[in-house]
């Protein structure tokens, strides 16, 4: 018999933060579900994991689930009268989020953290390796990412996250990862931890973005791991535990993106990758880019 581990089949996408930096906007809308474009940024996830072959996700949600739900099912009524109208092209973009993936749920209760909210999917991941893809992060596709990690965790055991070089301005609001470098040049070994590190204190430019590739031993961590910083169950404190202690659940490596990414939890960031991704259209593009290089040309 080969000795073969478990493959990664299921994605988590926790989606149960306040999203307090979008208020008024999140009162009642959960932040992944501000549209980028005319898409929810937490669809661009789902169809993240689905690209890497992980076609059951499972969505953390807390108080304003409805919308979330909603979304990845079928909408009869909407469906009935784009059908009834002929309108095909809006009709299969109807159908597109429900028949995408098998999405299931499970509330988070408190929002006490993405540790605590990782913890909610131990039942529903089981004793297997999983993937966890923040709904407010959108990695984009032409840039896969996901899919390298899961090749790093099938050849060196362990749990992996995903780490993108940023100024040193910008890293205390960021997790913060101390490295070593490995024979691949995209991977590093992740000796260390830190949540948003004060200034000074930071063992690198390498942040910690939304995408990780975790062994089912983090479970039993984070049941352990106390609030940290912000008062939250911090997942990274749980894999500085297992950076540190490799013999509890394997070693913990990153894989080092030089992609595109867009945090939509941030205005500033949301607004950047509006404009991007609008620029890079088929269907917007040209007319938007034309009217964008007039306008700043005239107004800025
Ligand atoms: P953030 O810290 O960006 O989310 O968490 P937040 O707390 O909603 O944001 P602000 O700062 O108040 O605007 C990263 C991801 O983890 C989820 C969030 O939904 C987001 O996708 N999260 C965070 C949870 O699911 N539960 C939590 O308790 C905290």
């Not at 990412?145 to 940023?166: C, D, P, T």
Request: proline share 7%; with cysteine.
């Amino acid at each position: 018999m080969t000795d073969r581990r478990p493959g990664v089949v299921k994605a988590v996408i926790p989606a149960a933060g306040l999203g307090t930096r979008f208020l008024p906007a999140t009162k009642a809308t959960p932040k992944e579900m501000l549209p980028v474009i005319d898409k929810p940024a937490i669809q661009y996830v789902v169809e993240e994991a689905v690209a890497a072959g992980l076609e059951d996700v499972l969505m953390v949600t807390g108080r304003n689930k409805r919308a979330l739900e909603d979304h990845f099912d079928r909408n009869y009524e909407l469906e009935h009268a784009l059908g009834r109208k002929g309108d095909q092209q809006r009709l299969s973009t109807v159908r597109e989020s429900s028949d995408l993936a098998a999405v299931h749920y499970v509330r988070q209760g408190d929002p006490r953290g993405l540790g605590h909210a990782v913890l909610a999917a131990a039942a529903h991941v089981g004793d297997e390796p999983f993937a966890v893809l923040l709904g407010d992060d959108l990695i984009d596709p032409r840039d896969p990412l996901l899919a390298r990690m899961i090749e790093v965790r099938e050849a060196l055991g362990g749990s992996v996250v995903a780490l993108m070089e940023v100024a040193p301005e910008q890293i205390h609001l960021y997790g913060c990862a101390a490295v070593e470098a490995t024979a691949d040049s995209d991977v590093v070994r992740v000796t260390g931890l830190m949540e948003k590190p004060a200034p000074g204190e930071a063992p690198s430019r390498y942040a910690v973005i939304g995408r990780y590739v975790l062994d089912p031993e983090v479970f039993e961590v984070l049941r352990r791991t106390p609030p940290g910083r912000g008062d939250e169950i911090q997942l990274t404190d749980a894999l500085q535990e297992l950076a540190v202690r490799p013999e509890v659940g394997g070693p913990v490596h990153g894989v080092v993106f030089t992609g595109r990414r867009y945090d939509t939890g941030d205005r500033g960031d949301y607004l950047r990758a509006i404009v991007r991704l609008a620029c890079e259209r088929e269907d917007l593009g040209p007319d938007f880019r034309a009217w964008l290089r007039d306008w700043v040309r005239e107004e800025l």
